[in-house]
């Protein structure tokens, strides 16, 4: 069975960085895409952005286009958030998700907090 483990999260100023984590175990030779989706205290799960796992091609919510990035490396089984400049409304809990199909996302993680402080 195909799990996923976020890791990274935690506090920090406005205009800082992180970088999560999301590390796959199980079979992921299947799988068409992986991505990161996120939600705030009150607020409906929003998609942050994705990456196809053929040709790594990535795409983002305006949101976050040009201040986050995500890459993998597939040695490790590994997709990573690198979130830049972040913001107050960046604040949410961050899930890493995975399909086999375009826009279907079925395996999920836990999720890891991010909160950013003003």
């Known amino acids: 069975q195909v799990q996923l483990v976020e890791s990274g999260g935690g506090l920090v100023q406005a205009g800082g960085s992180l970088r999560l984590s999301c590390e796959a175990s199980g079979r992921t030779s299947s799988w068409f895409t992986m991505g990161w989706f996120r939600r705030a205290p009150g607020k409906e799960r929003e998609f942050v952005g994705d990456?196809?796992?053929?040709?790594?091609?990535?795409y983002y919510a305006n949101s976050v286009k040009g201040r986050f990035t995500i890459s993998r490396d597939s040695a490790k089984n590994t997709m990573y958030l690198q979130m830049n400049s972040l913001k107050p409304e960046d604040t949410a809990v961050y899930y890493c998700?995975?399909?086999?199909?375009?826009?279907?996302?079925?395996?999920w993680g836990q999720g890891t907090q991010v909160t950013v402080s003003s």
């Open positions: 990456i196809r796992w053929s040709d790594r091609r990535t």
């Open positions: 998700a995975a399909g086999m199909t375009a826009g279907n996302f079925d395996t």
